[in-house]
């Protein structure tokens, strides 16, 4: 059971109560700060996969892992139709007082309507968790889509974080596939119980969608080994 630290951490932010950041870290990584404001960003401090993510989405969208809302907020001033989703209480109790029309409390796997753009953003992959869950998740993600429909993921080939200074890799193959990571989570010396957390390099992701009889494109590289990738039937 998660203590909902994001939501806090986003709740103190919306409510005028910013003293701290977020702190997060993984199995392979030091502690590095996620500073709040960025999690309540504008259009133009996107990064350009997002904002073009968010260019590309048409019709009824569904916003997954919607967080602070910024994203849902800028398709609705476009006159787009958004339905909202996180399971994070804090983050969806926040979306509705920035003014997102529809944001529910709902992990993805138990989402029933159907969609013409799925948007899965800031490491979509993630929620999937490890490469073992990435079939269910796609599974039912293809039965989201109307015929017509596109899913929009971003992820990264973080490979590069097992690299040496020498270039070498010290990847332990028994370890399982690299962009499985566990992820902490800190706020106010508070932590989140650890969770799993999944980067997905693009042609893995494509083979992952070949299996359950989804296309995957990728539309455009990001300045640090990421992607944005858009999938269809």
């Known amino acids: 059971m998660t203590k909902d630290i994001f939501g806090k951490a986003l709740l103190d932010y919306q409510n005028g109560n910013y003293s701290e950041d977020l702190i997060t870290s993984t199995n392979i990584s030091d502690e590095d700060a996620l500073p709040l404001p960025y999690l309540f960003r504008g259009y133009s401090d996107m990064p350009k996969l997002e904002q073009r993510a968010l260019q590309l989405s048409k019709g009824h969208i569904l916003d997954v892992g919607c967080g602070s809302g910024s994203h849902s907020l ?6 787009l ?16 007082k920035r003014g997102v029309l529809n944001a529910e409390l709902k992990p993805l796997l138990e989402e029933t309507e ?32 109307k015929p017509e429909g596109q899913i929009l993921i ?6 590069y974080m097992y690299e040496d200074e020498d270039g070498g ?8 596939y690299p962009g499985e990571l566990d992820y902490f989570l800190t706020y106010k010396d508070e932590k989140e119980s650890p969770m799993k957390w999944l980067y997905l390099d693009f042609e893995t992701l494509k083979t992952a969608c070949l299996t359950v009889g989804l296309q995957c ?3 455009i590289d990001g300045e640090h080994f990421d992607y944005l990738a858009q999938l269809r039937l």
């Open 154 to 159: 971003d992820s990264s080939d973080i490979s």
């Open 217 to 219: 494109e990728k539309v």
């Open 81 to 96: 139709k958004v339905k909202a989703i996180d399971n994070s209480k804090g983050a969806i109790e926040v979306a509705k």
């Open 74 to 79: 800028w398709l609705q001033e476009k006159g």
């Open 114 to 145: 159907t969609f013409d753009t799925i948007l899965l953003l800031m490491n979509g992959t993630g929620i999937f968790q490890e490469l073992s869950q990435v079939s269910k998740y796609l599974m039912h993600l293809k039965s989201l889509l």
């Open 169 to 176: 890799m010290w990847l332990d193959l028994n370890q399982g």
